[in-house]
């Protein structure tokens, strides 16, 4: 079993800052990219970044220059840093991770956390 444990959510108002971190644990050999998702109600789940075991980024394009991803991992953790957070940031935010056993990989999710940008 693995689990990925978000944190770090909240209210915050526009132009400010929060970071998300997500843990993994239970069986977990290795772990292949990391990434954070995240749903707006009415909308699709997006990309906001992921990264790779080698520390590769790629962000969606509406996030680039304002927020970063990075990971530990010795610790299996992923972390998203949030700075500008404009209105339209609002979501749930879902931390992703993919993880291979015997030559296949799979999807984990974690349970989401809300970011909320209002003043």
């Known amino acids: 079993q693995v689990q990925l444990v978000e944190s770090g959510g909240g209210l915050v108002q526009p132009g400010g800052s929060l970071r998300l971190s997500c843990a993994a644990s239970g069986s977990i050999f290795s772990i292949n990219d990391m990434g954070w998702y995240r749903q707006a109600p009415g909308k699709q789940r997006e990309l906001v970044a992921v990264i790779t075991s080698g520390g590769t980024t790629n962000y969606g394009d509406s996030v680039k220059g304002r927020f970063t991803i990075s990971r530990d991992n010795a610790k299996n953790t992923v972390y998203l840093q949030m700075n500008s957070l404009k209105p339209e940031n609002t979501a749930v935010y879902y931390c992703?991770?993919?993880?291979?056993?015997?030559?296949?990989?799979?999807?984990?999710w974690g349970q989401g956390t809300q970011v909320t940008v209002s003043s």
């Open positions: 992703n991770a993919r993880i291979p056993k015997r030559f296949v990989e799979y999807d984990y």
